[in-house]
């Protein structure tokens, strides 16, 4: 079993930067690829980045060169920079821990609460 929980969200105006983090707590962080991912009202959960457990990581066409996914293994913690955000950045933002490959939420085994992330105009 593997606990995660986001922090870090709020609200930013456009242009505007914001950090979240994700502490994670139980199996061996190390072994788990780290996602996060983002639901707006009225739209399905969608993909941001990932750092897969090997170091590599991977991003959404839609934040590439804005986000920046990064994971500090002796806190069991994974990071999310977010710079020039967009309003069309607006969501909750879950952190999720899964050992599968993918980007897919259904590979993810394990799910934080969420964190509300807004971008005024």
């Known amino acids: 079993q593997v606990q995660l929980r986001e922090s870090g969200g709020g609200l930013v105006q456009a242009g505007g930067s914001l950090g979240l983090s994700c502490a994670a707590s139980?199996?061996?962080?190390?072994?788990?690829?780290m996602g996060w991912f983002r639901q707006a009202p009225g739209k399905e959960r969608e993909f941001v980045a990932v750092?897969?457990?090997?170091?590599?990581?991977y991003y959404a066409d839609s934040v590439k060169g804005r986000f920046t996914i990064s994971r500090e293994h002796a806190k069991s913690t994974v990071y999310l920079q977010m710079n020039s955000l967009k309003p069309e950045d607006t969501a909750v933002y879950y952190c999720?821990?899964?050992?599968?490959?993918?980007?897919?939420?259904?590979?993810?085994?394990?799910w934080g609460q969420g964190t509300q992330v807004t971008v005024s105009s």
């Open positions: 139980g199996r061996t962080f190390s072994n788990y690829g």
């Open positions: 999720a821990a899964g050992r599968a490959r993918a980007i897919v939420a259904a590979a993810y085994e394990y």
């Open positions: 750092s897969w457990s090997g170091g590599s990581t």
